[in-house]
């Protein structure tokens, strides 16, 4: 029996509260699309048979995402910490906004926004704005963090729940990898719901 998209979205909202359903409901589809595609890739079957096996896997795609937040995370903060140091550098006004474009894109912005935050250089555009755009990826990427581990809170006990065919519980726990995971986010110094999600 071959999971469909209500079975995966039942898995990973373990535990959600109603309202946090609604308000997560895009973030959601496109965490249930990523999971798809990131079985189809590692050539994992997503198979309702072996739900302990399946909750598993989903807790492996977590983690796994969890790290590319962090890393993401780690990016900007470098990329904001690197124009900082240039933009300092920079001694005419055209020079300083050469800097500022160059960061924008480095941080996500695409050649259709990079127009439009040329154009309004004249009339707002500047430091201030492309370091809180870096700010809000930030928070959006800690928030994401967050959210999933949540989700991993969740899964991880149902997982460690189930019986396992082939696992016994303390491969099932080796498994989920969630003691390196937590050790590090317990020492995360940016947004305190990270390490509050962690404990």
């Not at 690197?82 to 894109?105: G, V």
């Amino acid at each position: 029996m071959k999971a469909d998209r209500a079975d995966l979205q039942k898995l990973l909202t373990l535990g959600r509260k109603p309202l946090m359903l609604r308000l997560n409901e895009k973030e959601d589809r496109k965490l249930i699309a990523d999971f798809i595609e990131y079985s189809k890739t590692a050539g994992i079957s997503i198979d309702f048979r072996d739900r302990g096996d399946l909750l598993l896997n989903i807790a492996d795609f977590l983690n796994i995402r969890i790290y590319q937040d962090l890393e993401t995370i780690s990016e900007l903060l470098n990329a904001q910490a690197d124009f900082t140091r240039r933009i300092h550098k920079s001694p005419t006004q055209k020079e300083q906004q050469e800097q500022i474009l160059e960061f924008a894109a480095r941080i996500g912005a695409d050649k259709k926004q990079l127009k439009k935050d040329r154009q309004a250089f004249k009339r707002w555009f500047g430091v201030d704005t492309v370091l809180e755009r870096c700010k809000k990826r930030v928070a959006e990427h800690e928030y994401a963090i967050a959210d999933k581990l949540e989700r991993l809170g969740y899964i991880s006990a149902e997982a460690l729940s189930e019986d396992h065919r082939s696992l016994d519980r303390q491969q099932c726990w080796e498994r989920t990898k969630l003691e390196d995971l937590i050790r590090r986010l317990l020492m995360y110094s940016g947004d305190h719901r990270v390490r509050i999600e962690a404990f």
